[in-house]
């Protein structure tokens, strides 16, 4: 044990991180600076929408909106009350896999999903809102009540808006995305709504044709007002969804949630544009929606912009397109295109501006921890989660991977930061001296597998597990990672050349974005590279996943099919804590509890970081209304963070990029858009 000590290298508090600056600045105000819900006296739409009302195809424009309509200020927006027209072209490098976003299908992300789906509440504009108002903006809920004594929370929801194929939105939509999913084990909403999303033991009931009731088992938990937002309550349109579902029809839960396939056009939403054209591996168009229920504070029925394209690429060729001026939107997010895309947007004729913001795209390492049959491991799969469960051999992990080389290996530069894991470095609820960095070091590496029982017994360069496990064979891990982007890849690739240098033997499984979130989601993997999610920014989004609150809340550790967790002490730790910060509304106790969480999370090497570095958005130029200092990614993607509904193209500088210019949305299911005449 001594010559052991000598060659181990303990933890420190993590490196400091090279200055960038994010370079603008959000313009802060208070949430109701930014929209009310009133009656106007008149409200306006683009003409050719009055041709289908004329045409006696649309009611006028006032019967389509709610009494009281979301009215945007146009104090709030950069550049004011907007013109229609234009198109703002997207590229993504996803694939649909159909509608039915509340039975967990993929609309191929990039913004798309973000745009159909509405939500109870909304948080991706918060990152302008004074840290005074910081909660939730109410959305589809246009206000709140708690009871008393906080076991209750009454949500009224807006009145007589409707979804984009006319249907009245209602309490009825809210119980049955609750009812029929949320609660029902055999679906998981795309982004992962469960039960314990919303506290565990809470119940929901229609209290009237627009009012849901929360009931709590704890009192005055505010957290579910973030749980209200994207991507966990989003409701779906129940008039469409419900005679396909099980409890309702002869079908599967296959069948339910296969039922709305791309090629289904102008599926209902209560989102500011509806799909109406799909060519596979090639395009989805929308055209604006009708009935949309958010207004200007002139009248004008939004949104200004009356397509959206999402051009079905690759995330890599968002970036290209965006800089070049051919696409008009990307989250630059890759770090391998940061010199190019830097370069090319410095010159004056750029097409597109680009904004660097904080350091919020982050990797972390996750093992698999579930050693109880989650995922169905064979006997080499249980035998390295058994290993994953052994803290000697996470920390030779960590140990072994040379984040300043991995750093490098996707750009030069100050851009990227060693990340031990867990929160990141700069955000409200990170503190550096409740952060365990393990630095890098081979030989402490080697220690620390040595003592989690692995020696290379042949000296074939590889460790061995002990003679009674899998007979002494070679440790072999396989190493999940999502295909569809370069940086997922290349850090993949770099984190099984560092273990190799360590002894490991590691298999890349390389799986495209839907492949890998199913394979992810079902416990298929023994490691997995994956790019962060909001909750390890701002705490307060996405909560119950940051530990094991519940039996599928924690993306590397779920239940196995008998709905059992087998949490070591540490991780219950973990969850015992996240529950006590969504059960306390004490700023001064979250504070203290996040520093607990972040030192027995980095302690114990949970999740080991891998990089961190800045996101930079690149819009077309052409875009106005488009919020200073919008990060990339924070309570949720840019796609939401810049209020799309409310950007718009001045009439000078409109392009002819109208796929079905003088087009709505078809009905539900039918060919596709269609005209007034
Ligand atoms: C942004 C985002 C909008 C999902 C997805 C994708 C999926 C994950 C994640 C990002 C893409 C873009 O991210 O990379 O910049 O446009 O869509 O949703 O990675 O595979 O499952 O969580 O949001």
Known sequence: PLALQAEVVGPTTPPPAPVFDAQGEPVFVDRADIFTYRALDSYNEPDFVTAFVEAGLLPPVEERLPAEPLVYSSANMTD???????????????????????????????????????????????????????????????????????????????????????????????????????????????????????????????????????????????????????????????????????????????????????????????????????????????????????????????????????????????????????????????????????????????????????????????????????GEPDARGQAIRELNRDLNFRIGVTQALDRVRLGESLVRGPFTAQYPGGLYAGTAYYDADSTVFYPYSLESARAHFEAAGLTDTDGNGFLNHPADVLGGADVQMTLLANADYQTDRNLAEGVIAMMEEAGIRVSLNLLSGNDRDAAMNSGRYDWMVFRNASELITVVQNTPQLAATGPRTLRHHMANDAGELDLLPFEQELADIVNAVIATNDAGERTELMKQFQRIYTENVYGPGLTAYPGALIINKRFANIPPGAPIFMFNWAEDNIIRERVFVPAEAQQDHELHPGTLPGAPGSDGPITAG
């Not at 795309?190 to 033991?201: D, H, K, P, S």
């Open 80 to 374: 004011g009350v907007g013109t229609y027209g234009d198109v703002m072209r997207h590229v993504i490098g996803g694939r649909p896999e159909g509608w039915n976003y509340i039975a967990g299908q993929s609309q191929g992300w990039g913004g798309i999903d973000i745009g159909l789906s509405e939500c109870l509440t909304r948080t991706g504009p918060l990152f302008m809102v004074n840290p005074g108002d910081l909660a939730p903006l109410p959305n589809l809920a246009r206000s709140w009540e708690w009871s008393e004594d906080g076991m209750q929370l009454v949500v009224n929801l807006i009145e007589g808006a409707k979804w984009s194929d006319g249907d009245p939105f209602d309490a009825d939509d809210a119980m049955f995305y609750w009812d029929h999913h949320v609660m029902d084990p055999e679906i998981t909403p795309l982004n992962g709504a469960t039960q314990e999303t919303f506290g565990a033991g809470t119940t929901l009931e229609k209290t009237g044709d627009y009012q849901i009731t929360f009931t709590f088992t704890t009192a005055r938990p505010e957290g579910v007002l973030y749980a209200m937002a994207y991507g966990t309550f989003c409701p779906g349109p129940s008039h469409i969804l419900q005679p396909e579902h099980p409890a309702f029809s002869d079908n599967t839960y296959e069948e339910y949630r296969n039922a709305f396939p791309p090629e289904y056009l102008s599926m209902p939403v209560m989102g500011a544009w509806v799909p109406v054209e799909y060519r596979a591996d090639d395009i989805v168009v929308m055209r604006r929606n009708p009935y949309y229920w958010k207004v200007d504070d002139a009248g004008n029925q939004l949104p200004y912009l009356n397509e959206m394209h999402y051009r079905l690429s690759t995330w890599a060729d968002r970036d290209v397109q965006a800089v070049a001026g051919t696409g008009d939107f990307s989250n630059l997010e890759q770090a391998e295109n940061y010199v190019e895309a830097l370069r090319r947007s410095a010159e004056d004729d750029a097409p597109a501006r680009l904004a660097f913001g904080p350091r919020t795209i982050g990797y972390s390492l996750y093992p698999n921890m579930s050693a109880n049959g989650w």
